[in-house]
């Protein structure tokens, strides 16, 4: 039985009704950190469990001979072996040097750009559209062009990043700021915000779950483009994730190729992951995140 707040005399279950049932209901759902994070983590194990399951199954049906599609065993071992020397980290570390060079210039132009036209009755009739269909381009169509204008260098990739994750952004920020309800921005004018600390203080914070969501397609889109010009543009890095599969390739070595697939692959669940924690601390934030069930 529960104390009565002002005078400490015991209730009967039948007088606790109203805001002390929901009070005492939210603390018998509170589960530790340990159960949270096991709760976030299992089917993510279960789903890895699967894949490499059905992947095993794959190999031993004899699908396609073991030199071509090899085991989870095989590629595992050979991600070892990469990972214990100096070529792997190397290429990792170059690649990851251009993504971000690529995605910040992107996210910088991203947001000014997605700023003027969201703004700007002009800017938008004038190239909004054309805002769109930029980002349905495939970011290999315009590895022609970047050759042409850079030859076989990292200007080439990184024109190419730039053109697949700006209009992304770009297109997050219109879609952000056009759904900020009028009223906060009569609110803020009436309590003298203008110009840069109208978009400061009002437009910035109410259209930044978007903003955030135009982001990471952007971080996709940069991705994606940056593994294509790695796979296209291999004569200037040695090293690179996109070189090492074009030389596993040419090789026929399919376990290097795998085991670097899978890298890939983990870079890009961790940069989720990243964007994931970043879009519950805004829903947090928000009053929106259930605290109960995080």
């Known amino acids: 039985m529960a104390g009565d707040t002002l005078t400490g005399a015991p209730r009967t279950d039948a007088e606790i009704s109203g805001l002390d049932a929901l009070e005492i209901a939210g603390r018998e759902k509170e589960v530790s950190r340990g159960a949270r994070l096991w709760a976030a983590t299992w089917p993510k194990l279960a789903a890895l469990a699967l894949a490499v399951g059905i992947w095993q199954v794959v190999v031993w049906s004899g699908w396609k001979p073991p030199w071509s599609l090899p085991g989870p065993v095989v590629v595992g071992e050979e991600l070892i ?19 971000a060079i690529g995605y910040v210039f992107s996210v910088a132009v991203g947001l000014l750009v997605g700023l003027a036209v969201a703004r700007s009755t002009v800017l938008r009739a004038a190239i909004g559209s054309m805002i769109t269909a930029l980002q349905t381009m495939p970011s290999i169509a315009w590895f022609p062009l970047a050759i042409l204008l850079f030859e076989l ?3 080439a990739i990184f024109f190419v990043v730039v053109l697949g994750a700006a209009p992304s952004i770009a297109n997050g920020v219109i879609a952000g700021v056009d759904y900020v309800p009028p009223l906060l921005l009569r ?11 109208l978009y400061r203080y009002v437009i910035a914070p109410a259209a930044l779950p978007a903003i955030v969501a135009g982001l990471k397609q952007g971080w996709a889109f940069s991705w994606r483009s940056l593994m294509a010009g790695e ?12 070189a090492q599969l074009t030389y596993a ?9 795998l085991s670097t697939m899978i890298v890939i692959l983990v870079i890009g669940l961790a940069v989720d992951a990243a964007f994931g924690a970043a879009d519950k ?13 995080q």
């Open 231 to 242: 796979l296209l543009v291999v004569g200037i890095s040695q090293t690179s994730l996109g």
């Open 81 to 99: 072996r990469q990972a214990s020397g100096a070529q792997l980290w190397e290429g990792i570390a170059i690649t990851l040097r251009r993504a």
């Open 187 to 197: 609110a803020g004018r009436n309590l003298g915000a203008r110009g840069l600390d």
């Open 249 to 257: 390739r040419e090789l026929a070595d399919s376990p290097w190729l």
């Open 153 to 155: 260098s990292e200007k």
């Open 281 to 293: 601390a805004i829903r947090r934030r928000w009053g929106v995140l259930d605290q109960a069930g």
